[in-house]
């Protein structure tokens, strides 16, 4: 017989990178993923997750591929078939009877973010049942980030126009394991003559390559972001332009960073002041581009730390210029995700949006004022613990794996298995999926249509389903339209409201509005660039209270905290001798592995291959301290939690002396349930996350944490 052979213009889901791609189907299944060299954002970049990960994903035997229903005690890896109709209304009937019994907030969901439609569609449908709880991952991602960028006005996240820059200060980002396009585009200016400064505690493949390599202490970088202002200051470096009509509380800065000495920043940071002199001349020589990422974010300081970068950013006139910074643009009648979630007409009335939790102690994190409108995450885990503030319920997971990505996998796990009801939307029974009632199938990147905005090109991205999904796996927002109408169907009229769309493609329609880019156009392409102009805010301002570059944040000074960005310590430094003592080290966690994308991808064995063990990076005289050798597994504990982890020992000296360092996400889906590993390789296991928290987003500390080491001799579970 004759195959059949069909290639379409696409991007990989798989991160939000987004790589642009052209993806050939033979016979129904996808066998070649070529990148996309004209794709504006990633200009030809793609990585073996998005090539091997995902098809393999999609096709792999052991994936959920239809509706199962617990038949066992839960975790007990017990399961039947059931139908999408009969999943559904159970799941219905389900959450509307602990709505009647413990009312409408007692439903929660929990998903990635809504830098995804599977989170808006998440968030919306909680709404339909008039909830305002969700959890999103972003504490501990990009929210520092997210929220210094919002109030001080900046909106430029993922701006960065490397193409065209002659500097770029990466802070915290390991782009060669974390980001291919970012990668490749440093890795091109930097033969053109770019500088390349990298702040970064270990000797990443960006700081190999850096004119200038920055290795600070962990968690001090705001000190150096701030001696960096004071220099352009002092020195009169700054673009007084910006400066002078658009930025507010300039010399309140000026007085804040005036502490901030290259030699102050030095002491704290370990970093020599000479060192932060040269990095303040040639990020002031520009056109100069901040790239930052994860490793001074989501953590008890990240917001502040950002804001020192963000003020350097500003002060220096790199936003919105060419080889800057460039803020967010979209072409006309666009609606990103998260301005869907804030529009009026898909809200909850105030005072139910009030008791979203978190929002009395993070309000601008949690709740009607919050960035994305989602609750605070640990605090959710207590109040399903704890019925404080009120009873949780009833959870529904989709496209986030909790058990192993959330710290304290112990309470994680026992808040779960506390639920009236809970059911997660997989591709993979993953440690989160074992103790679900009922496990849906979800649709892969191959199977979706999706778009996206790129703000680093920028442009819009589309997935287009390479061919329908395999067995009975649907989209999230398939499932939440689904429960929609069956909320209907019984009565709950108003539900519609918050979902008025009745397809996918209707919801991505609704995105492009009346603007200059069809769907059509976009599934021709794969992308599609609009126009666009730099420095607009001369126009329109910024939109803060005071239509500037907020260096002094109004916001954060009506909320009585601290409006100047500031180096704050981390807990973990400011432990005394006695807790140091026992708990020596420094920890690390996150760094990511080319193979992995956090939990995922752990069934398939090419990736296992390249990576098989949780890897524990400490230096060569560490080892000798310790009496560990390459290969050993050893257990990892640290202050404030009881729990533990295991992970195998790399003696390098890419790490600092004092600091362990780790990736995140381990599980071993091999290994014994309900579990799978989850409370033995994952470094999860290890962290509390009820310690210090970043007062605005609430984020804990991923990192900075003491920590020691203990061999064991034991093999770990898989082996
Ligand atoms: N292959 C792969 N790629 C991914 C992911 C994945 O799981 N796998 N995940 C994606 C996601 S969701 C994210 S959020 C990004 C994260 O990717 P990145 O933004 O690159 O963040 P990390 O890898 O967590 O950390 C980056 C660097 O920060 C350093 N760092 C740690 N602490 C400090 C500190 O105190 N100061 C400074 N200056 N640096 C510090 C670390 O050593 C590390 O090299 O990666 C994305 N890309
Ligand atoms: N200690 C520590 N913890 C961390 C971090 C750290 O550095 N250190 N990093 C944090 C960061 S930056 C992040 S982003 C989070 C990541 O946390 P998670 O989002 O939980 O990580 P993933 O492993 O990507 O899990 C996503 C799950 O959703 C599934 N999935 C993927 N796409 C879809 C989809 O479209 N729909 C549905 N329904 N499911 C989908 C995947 O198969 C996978 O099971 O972890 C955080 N946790
Ligand atoms: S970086 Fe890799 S996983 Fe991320 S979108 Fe690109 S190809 Fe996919
Ligand atoms: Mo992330």
């Not at 585009?185 to 990443?204: C, E, F, Q, S, Y």
């Not at 002199?277 to 989501?298: K, R, W």
């Not at 060569?620 to 202050?639: H, I, K, L, Q, R």
């Not at 362990?660 to 091999?670: I, K, L």
Request: a negative charge.
């Amino acid at each position: 017989m004759e195959q059949i052979t069909k290639t379409v213009p696409s991007t990989c889901w798989e991160c939000s990178t987004h790589c642009g791609g052209h993806f050939t189907t033979v016979d129904g299944r996808v066998t070649k993923i070529k990148p996309n060299v004209e794709h504006p954002a990633s200009q030809g970049a793609f990585c073996v997750k998005g090539l091997r990960g995902l098809p393999e994903l999609t096709y792999h035997p052991d994936r959920v591929l239809h509706p199962m229903r617990r038949t066992a005690g839960r975790g007990g890896g017990q399961w039947e078939k059931i139908s999408w109709d009969d999943a559904l209304d159970e799941m219905c009937d389900r959450f509307l009877d602990v709505q009647a019994e413990h009312g409408p907030l007692s439903l929660c969901g929990a998903v990635s973010n809504a830098h995804f439609s599977r989170g808006v569609a998440l968030a919306l449908l909680m709404r339909a049942y008039g909830s305002p709880n969700w959890m999103m991952n972003q504490d501990l991602c990009g929210g520092c980030r997210g929220l210094s960028d919002k109030l001080t006005g900046l909106t430029m996240s993922n701006g960065e126009d490397i193409n065209n820059t002659k500097c770029a200060l990466i802070v915290g980002r390991n782009p060669s394991a974390a980001d291919p396009s970012q990668w490749l585009a440093l890795k091109k200016v930097h033969k053109k003559g770019a500088k390349i400064i990298t702040i970064d505690p270990a000797r990443t493949q960006a700081a190999a390559i850096a004119d200038l390599w920055l290795q600070p202490k962990l968690g001090t970088d705001a000190a150096i972001g701030l001696a960096m202002v004071n220099w352009m200051i002092t020195n009169d470096r700054y673009d007084h332009d910006t400066v002078e009509n658009w930025c507010h509380g300039f010399d309140e800065l000026s007085q804040r960073a005036s502490r901030y000495t290259p030699e102050y920043a030095a002491k704290i940071s370990g970093v020599p002041a000479a060192d932060i002199v040269t990095a303040a001349q040639l990020y002031s020589e520009g056109p100069s581009c901040f790239v930052s990422g994860h490793g001074i974010d989501a953590f008890s300081a990240g917001v502040q730390t950002y804001r020192a970068f963000h003020a350097l950013v500003a002060i220096s006139g790199n936003l919105d210029r060419v080889g800057g910074n460039r803020r967010v643009k979209k072409p006309a009648g666009f609606t990103n995700y998260i301005e869907v979630l804030h529009k009026p007409e898909f809200r909850l009335p105030l005072e139910v949006e009030e008791k979203t939790i978190g929002t009395d102690e993070f309000p601008l994190w949690a709740g009607p004022r919050g960035w994305q409108t989602a609750c605070h995450n640990p605090s959710v885990i207590n109040a399903i613990l704890t019925n404080d503030p009120y009873p949780v319920r009833a959870l529904y997971v989709t496209g986030v794996n909790i058990v192993v990505t959330y710290p304290n996998t112990q309470k994680t796990i026992k808040a779960l298995k506390s639920l009236d009801y809970l059911c997660v939307a997989t591709h993979m029974m993953t440690p989160t999926a074992e103790f679900a009632d009922l496990v849906l199938p979800k649709t892969t990147g191959l199977e979706d249509e999706e778009i996206s905005l790129e703000a680093n090109a920028p442009c819009l991205s589309v997935i287009q389903p390479s061919h329908p999904p395999m067995g009975e796996a649907r989209s999230d927002f398939w499932i939440a339209g689904e429960l929609v109408k069956r909320l209907e169907a019984r009565g709950h009229t108003d539900a519609r409201k918050f979902f008025p769309w009745h397809t996918k493609r209707e919801f991505n329609e609704f995105l492009l509005g009346d603007g200059p880019v069809s769907v059509e156009e976009l599934l021709e392409k794969g992308y599609a660039e609009y126009p666009y102009e730099l420095r607009d805010f001369d126009k329109s301002g910024f939109k803060t209270p005071t239509g500037k570059i907020e260096l002094y944040s109004e916001t954060l000074a009506e909320l009585g905290l601290d409006p100047l960005p500031e180096y704050v310590p981390t807990a973990g430094t400011l432990e005394g001798k006695e807790v140091r003592d026992e708990y020596p080290l420094l920890l690390l966690t996150g760094a990511r592995e080319k193979s992995y994308h956090h939990s995922r991808f752990r069934e398939q064995s090419w990736a296992r291959k390249v990576a098989p063990d949780p890897w524990l990076q400490i230096h060569p005289e560490t080892a000798v301290v310790y009496g560990v050798e390459e290969d050993d597994w050893v257990t990892v504990e640290t202050s404030g939690h009881s729990g533990s982890c295991r992970l195998k020992v790399r003696v390098t000296d890419e790490t600092m002396r004092d600091v362990a360092r780790t990736g995140m996400g381990w599980w071993y889906p091999e290994a014994k349930g309900p579990e799978r590993g989850a409370l033995d390789v994952n470094v999860n296991a290890a962290l509390s996350y009820d310690g210090p928290k970043d007062p605005v987003t609430g984020s804990s500390d991923i990192r900075g944490i003491p920590c020691r080491i203990l061999r064991t001799n034991k093999a770990a579970a898989a082996e």
